[in-house]
């Protein structure tokens, strides 16, 4: 049974930094691509960020340049490096694993910025 577990979140000024952390358990982590979703309130959840299992990576529009998806195999974790933080950041961050499409979630993290 896949496990996910965020962590990281918090509350932050615009302009600041976070990195979320999820950690894997139950899978064969190097197999499996890892995703991170956001869903801010009233809003559907969304993709961030994506990373495949050989490394490749993607962001949604709005976050490139200022997030960095990465994983260490060696640790069954997925990190979120999020810089330059602003307002519409806002929202409860998912992590997300799945070899053809994404079906694990994570019970996810606040991730609160200040204006």
């Known amino acids: 049974q896949v496990h996910l577990v965020e962590s990281g979140g918090g509350l932050v000024q615009a302009g600041g930094s976070l990195r979320l952390s999820c950690a894997a358990s139950?899978?064969?982590?190097?197999?499996?691509?890892m995703g991170w979703y956001r869903q801010a309130p009233g809003k559907q959840r969304d993709l961030v960020a994506a990373?495949?299992?050989?490394?490749?990576?993607n962001y949604r529009e709005s976050v490139k340049g200022r997030f960095t998806i990465s994983r260490d195999n060696a640790k069954n974790t997925v990190y979120l490096q999020m810089n330059s933080l602003k307002p519409e950041d806002t929202a409860v961050y998912f992590c997300?694993?799945?070899?053809?499409?994404?079906?694990?979630w994570g019970q996810g993290t606040q991730v609160t910025v200040s204006s």
């Open positions: 990373i495949t299992k050989s490394g490749s990576t």
């Open positions: 139950g899978i064969i982590f190097s197999s499996y691509a």
């Open positions: 997300a694993a799945g070899r053809l499409a994404f079906d694990s």
